[in-house]
T-cell receptor, first 116, second 114 residues
Framework: DGGITQSPKYLFRKEGQNVTLSCEQNLNHDAMYWYRQDPGQGLRLIYYSQIVNDFQKGDIAEGYSVSREKKESFPLTVTSAQKNPTAFYLC???????????????FGEGSRLTVL | AQSVAQPEDQVNVAEGNPLTVKCTYSVSGNPYLFWYVQYPNRGLQFLLKYITGDNLVKGSYGFEAEFNKSQTSFHLKKPSALVSDSALYFCAVRGPYGNNRLAFGKGNQVVVIP
């Protein structure tokens, strides 16, 4: 079935370590996104990519990095520079963003990162 | 920049009663509006969207939403709530110009009481 796969579902990190969250989609979508979810704060956009080899910062990009080498994959690295990384991370995809985008986002099941 | 407000943290409703989850938005130009639902420790699932046309939009699982331009609102409704509707509901908005970034509200927890 088509969809978005995030791994791992749960991840524990020691302070000072970088970790990478995987996101793979087989929906043939051009655009991919990373959101962070904290209780009571809704979803905040970290990074997004509208096409392979291109990505833009979202609202809270500091302490995070991404790559988009393949259409299917959009991994997120949480670096040691991110001061409060404990959160639920959601990856999403959509048809290519244009000024007339009207399509919905398709979300993965999320990855919960806990810093020990 | 576009934004949405979901004024209630939690909505409690008895099973079988009508359910309403409120959302107001702010955007330049005509809005594109969305509702998503999230079950515990899961991703978000799309429920419905308003792009243009009829102000009453029907979506998945018996949900519908009414677009009101004068009140800048897009409230989610269900005529008869089920216990299985208990979840976190997010409203989102995008403007017609620029890129395809959505602005999400903070979410409303819905609790349906048996």
């Amino acid at each position: 079935d088509g969809g978005i796969t995030q791994s791992p579902k749960y991840l524990f990190r020691k302070e000072g370590q970088n970790v990478t969250l995987s996101c793979e989609q087989n929906l043939n979508h051009d655009a991919m996104y990373w959101y962070r979810q904290d209780p009571g704060q809704g979803l905040r956009l970290i990074y997004y990519s509208q096409i392979v080899n291109d990505f833009q910062k979202g609202d809270i990009a500091e302490g995070y990095s991404v790559s988009r080498e393949k259409k299917e994959s959009f991994p997120l690295t949480v670096t040691s520079a991110q001061k409060n990384p404990t959160a639920f991370y959601l990856c999403a995809s959509s048809t290519r963003g244009t000024a007339f985008f009207t399509g919905e986002l398709f979300f993965g099941e999320g990855s919960r990162l806990t810093v020990l | 920049a576009q934004s949405v407000a979901q004024p209630e943290d939690q909505v409690n409703v008895a099973e079988g009663n009508p359910l309403t989850v409120k959302c107001t938005y702010s955007v330049s130009g005509n809005p594109y509006l969305f509702w998503y639902v999230q079950y515990p420790n899961r991703g978000l699932q799309f429920l419905l969207k308003y792009i243009t046309g009829d102000n009453l939009v029907k979506g998945s699982y018996g949900f519908e939403a009414e677009f009101n331009k004068s009140q800048t609102s897009f409230h989610l409704k269900k005529p008869s709530a089920l216990v299985s509707d208990s979840a976190l509901y997010f409203c989102a908005v995008r403007g017609p110009y620029g890129n395809n970034r959505l602005a999400f509200g903070k979410g409303n927890q819905v609790v349906v009481i048996p």
